[in-house]
């Protein structure tokens, strides 16, 4: 079994900063891609940034120059630095990971965390 587990979401103002964490734990064999979605009230989920490997990070275009992805490869931790925040960025982000499990190597599975809430208030 895997899981997510995220933290760092909250109500914040216009221009504020918020940090995202998610960590995956469990019987882990490799952390591949690792990322963030976030999804508004009857909205799909949306990618917002991800880092598949040591690769160059990926940002939608709302979010680039003001949300920073980084991981922690060893405790197989992503982050979402958020900062100059707009009502916009307001939604439940998910934090989102292919793994492989010790118990199937060959199979890269995704995995989602509960969501987080970030509201931006104007």
């Known amino acids: 079994q895997v899981q997510l587990v995220e933290s760092g979401g909250g109500l914040v103002q216009i221009g504020d900063s918020l940090r995202l964490s998610c960590t995956a734990s469990?019987?882990?064999?490799?952390?591949?891609?690792m990322g963030w979605y976030r999804q508004v009230p009857g909205g799909q989920r949306e990618l917002i940034a991800n880092l598949v490997g040591t690769g160059t990070p990926f940002y939608t275009e709302d979010v680039r120059g003001r949300f920073t992805i980084s991981r922690d490869y060893a405790q197989n931790t992503v982050y979402l630095q958020m900062n100059t925040l707009k009502p916009t960025d307001t939604g439940v982000y998910f934090c989102y990971a292919r793994i492989q499990t010790r118990d199937k190597v060959y199979v890269d599975e995704a995995y989602w965390g509960q969501g987080t809430q970030v509201t931006v208030s104007s």
């Open positions: 469990g019987d882990i064999f490799s952390v591949n891609t």
